[in-house]
């Protein structure tokens, strides 16, 4: 169990363009989730907070105008990179908090971005 | 939320040994999670371990919290090759701050 599928798993874009990734819970809701950024070599950096129903929340820095989060169902969250930059190429994880748990929080697999 | 800085950075060590690494945060917590990522993929939740408890075992994973020292560590006994990866730690619950973790090569 606590299954969280990202998608797609790797995507390559031209500068300027937008491109969207998929997190889903697959065998739990959750009414949290989070997208995590993580450059080569780095830990990952939390960019927001998404909560079924309601705004993201943003971490200090991140342009929500640039990276837009739709939490439309307790078991999809989606990232938006709009206009995307050969700057934004990174690794996007998303996890998902099953709201039947307290603490445990689940990884996606990750979506590998590169913006050319 | 408060992220966990992991020591060492790195460790490498023969198949078969033990490895350990070690977590410390600043502020009290409610419960620390171990996490591992391999090369390119997202973390894997190995071990939650509460603030009262002392000692979790999972499998060849045993993990230990010392709250009076805010520091918890990490043994992963009898190493394989499948156990190179990096691992952090993460104090607390809701929101999950990540440290640089520590990366193990387990060499064959």
């Known amino acids: 169990g606590a299954v969280v599928s990202q998608h797609p798993s790797w995507v390559i874009c031209k500068s300027g363009t937008s491109v969207k990734i998929e997190c889903r819970s697959l065998d739990f809701q959750a009414t949290t989730m989070f997208w995590y950024r993580q450059f080569p070599k780095q830990s990952l950096m939390l960019m927001a907070t998404?909560?079924?129903?309601?705004?993201?929340?943003?971490e200090q820095g991140v342009e929500k105008d640039k990276f837009l989060i739709n939490h439309a169902s307790l078991t999809l969250s989606t990232l938006t990179v709009t206009s995307a930059h050969p700057e934004d190429s990174s690794f996007y994880i998303c996890?998902?908090?099953?709201?039947?748990?307290?603490?445990?929080?689940?990884f996606g697999p990750g979506t590998r971005l590169t913006v050319t | 939320s408060q992220q966990g800085e992991e020591d060492p950075q790195a460790l490498s060590i023969q198949e078969g040994e033990n490895a350990t690494m070690n977590c410390s945060y600043k502020?009290?917590?409610?419960?620390l999670q171990w996490y591992r990522q391999n090369s390119g993929r997202g973390l894997v939740h190995l071990i939650l371990?509460?603030?009262?408890?002392r000692e979790k075992h999972s499998g060849r994973l045993r993990v230990t919290l010392d709250t009076s020292k805010k520091s918890s560590s990490l043994l992963i006994t009898a190493s394989r090759a499948a156990d190179t990866a990096s691992y952090f730690c993460?104090?607390?619950?809701?929101?999950?701050?990540f440290g640089a973790g520590t990366t193990v090569t387990v060499r064959a």
């Open positions: 996890s998902a908090r099953d709201r039947g748990l307290t603490y445990e929080q689940y």
């Open positions: 502020t009290s917590i409610n419960n």
């Open positions: 993460a104090p607390n619950d809701y929101k999950l701050s």
């Open positions: 998404s909560n079924e129903g309601s705004k993201a929340t943003y």
């Open positions: 371990i509460r603030s009262n408890e």
